[in-house]
């Protein structure tokens, strides 16, 4: 009887990816791999197992109906390389397994080492907790009335506190990790002398974050001072020229911290690494094969032990580990390279923008110059035009009022010789009694008098909101002498019966001034 054909796409994600590394690793078509996986609930390696150890033949699909059928044929060559898989596969996880994960030891004061009581304890206790929860509101209460009661119970628990001091005086001083680290250094030379043992003076924590960091082995050393072999351990073997040698040389990337398990951190460190004989050895490196960010004990040496020994395990232990070490910190080194590439790439773009934007506001800036500018010169052009027209219908106005010039049969007429800034020759004469300002008139508005613009049918109105000017002086040549209209008075008394004048411009056109 044939095999029923097995439907994949029935199968969850999970499965095929199960059915995927089971027929990968086994070599089994999928009508005979998916009943063993189904019979091992899908569990992969349980699967593996089962079909590399040989199992009874299920009673229900192996049964008497299909004995007729033959087993697949493999060839030798075949099995060979699945054992061989196999075994590997054994060996990786065999060497998995060994590696315990080195926990991240923080050391707790002992005043906040709470151990929680067992349950049947508790529930004994539980009638003493309700009766201590209502004496200490009791004792509040009768605290709040009576208030010198709280003070005597103070002084005598503190009476009672320095006496048990006094009476425990054979303990250590506890202190923070990082005194702790240098007073066990600091009793290290004064027992054994001044030596060249890189200690880290800092936390065990502190050591480990550090070994993590930088991919680093840290070689933790616990000793006990009231143990029989500590002293010829560290005289013999720590402190021998080759071991010390080794743990300096920076190429082996040795961090080097110890303690006396006297110490609070120390005796923790002992428990979590599960310390059984000392004096203790262990070297804690990353294993990326655990996981990504995972700290293992790779090696522990406990007891004493030979100077060469003692190299030849750490040796075996930092060349079975360096090798994925290595790998890993050429990624972060090509990670790194990344992100500084990366960090390039960002910075000449934010360059880049930045001078984009430099540039967008600089024209910006220019145009919005180039539009004030050109604002100015449109109102100043207005500005200019509304002068001329005012000026023009002042001229009309003023014109009206020039006198004409006098005949020849009135006495004492005054003659006038201008020279006009076209340097047009005018000569005219006016009435004795004419005032200086009605010679600058006539300056002024010798245009309209000339070309007979004049409407004398229309009168025309001084404008408003106008302050004349009058934007040149009369001149006389020899002797130089100027004759200005704010002194007022009359021709004939300033200039004489006649008189030969120049006209002189005191402020020019914008035209006239670039020329």
Not at 335 to 343: G, K, S, W
């Amino acid at each position: 009887m044939a095999t029923p054909s097995v439907d994949i796409t029935a199968l969850t994600d999970d499965q095929r990816q199960a059915l995927e590394q089971f027929a990968a690793v086994t070599d089994q078509p999928i009508e005979s791999a998916v009943p063993l996986l189904q019979r091992c609930q899908w569990n992969v390696q349980v699967a593996v197992s089962r079909f590399f150890d040989g199992e009874p033949p299920d009673p229900v699909t192996e049964g008497p109906g299909a004995a007729s059928v033959p087993p697949p044929r493999q060839t030798s060559r075949r099995q060979e390389t699945l054992i061989d898989g196999a075994s590997s596969f054994a060996r990786s996880s065999s060497q998995n397994s060994d590696l315990e994960p080195a926990p991240r030891v923080v050391p707790q004061p002992e005043s906040q080492v709470s151990q929680q009581a067992p349950v049947l304890l508790s529930l004994v206790l539980v009638p003493f907790n309700i009766l201590y929860t209502a004496f200490s509101k009791v004792f509040g209460f009768l605290g709040h009335l009576f208030p010198f009661l709280p003070r005597l119970l103070a002084r005598m628990t503190t009476r009672s506190a320095s006496a048990a001091n006094r009476r425990n005086t054979s303990g250590r001083r506890p202190l923070n990790p990082r005194d702790t680290a240098a007073r066990f250094i600091r009793e290290f030379e004064e027992e054994y002398g001044p030596n060249e043992l890189p200690f880290q003076e800092m936390s065990y924590a502190q050591s480990y974050d550090k070994a993590k960091k930088e991919l680093r082995f840290l070689l933790v050393v616990l000793l006990s001072p009231e143990h029989d072999d500590t002293a010829s351990f560290v005289r013999e073997t720590l402190l021998s020229p080759e071991v010390v040698q080794f743990l300096k040389n920076p190429q082996h990337n040795i961090l080097l911290w110890g303690g006396n398990v006297q110490d609070a951190e120390a005796y923790q460190i002992s428990a979590a690494l599960k310390c059984t004989k000392l004096p203790f050895s262990g070297l804690i490196a990353h294993t990326p094969s655990v996981s990504s960010s995972a700290m293992s004990v790779v090696r522990r040496i406990p007891g004493p032990m030979a100077p060469d020994s003692y190299l030849s395990k750490l040796r075996t232990a930092i060349s079975q580990n360096s090798e994925a070490l290595d790998r890993v910190r050429a990624q972060r080194a090509e990670q790194q390279a990344t992100r500084n590439l990366r960090e390039e790439q960002n910075s000449a773009y934010e360059r880049s923008l930045a001078q984009d934007r430099e540039r967008t506001r600089q024209r910006r800036e220019a145009e919005e110059a180039r539009r004030r500018a050109e604002q100015e010169a449109k109102e100043k052009e207005e500005a200019k035009e509304r002068e001329a027209q005012k000026l023009k219908k002042w001229k009309r106005w003023r014109a009206q009022f020039i006198a004409p010039e006098p005949s020849a049969d009135v006495k004492g007429s005054v003659r006038i010789s201008l020279r006009m800034p076209s340097g047009e020759r005018v000569v005219r004469k006016f009435a004795p009694d004419a005032a200086i300002e009605d010679l600058y008139a006539f300056v002024e508005c010798y245009d309209l008098l000339q070309g007979g613009d004049l409407s004398i049918s229309e009168k025309a109105e001084e404008p408003s909101g106008f302050k004349h000017e009058y934007k040149f002086i009369l001149v006389s040549p020899i002797p130089r002498q100027e004759y200005d209209v704010e002194s007022g008075g009359f021709v004939k008394d300033r200039i004489g019966p006649s008189g030969n004048l120049i006209v002189e411009r005191t402020e020019l056109d914008d035209d006239e001034d670039e020329e």
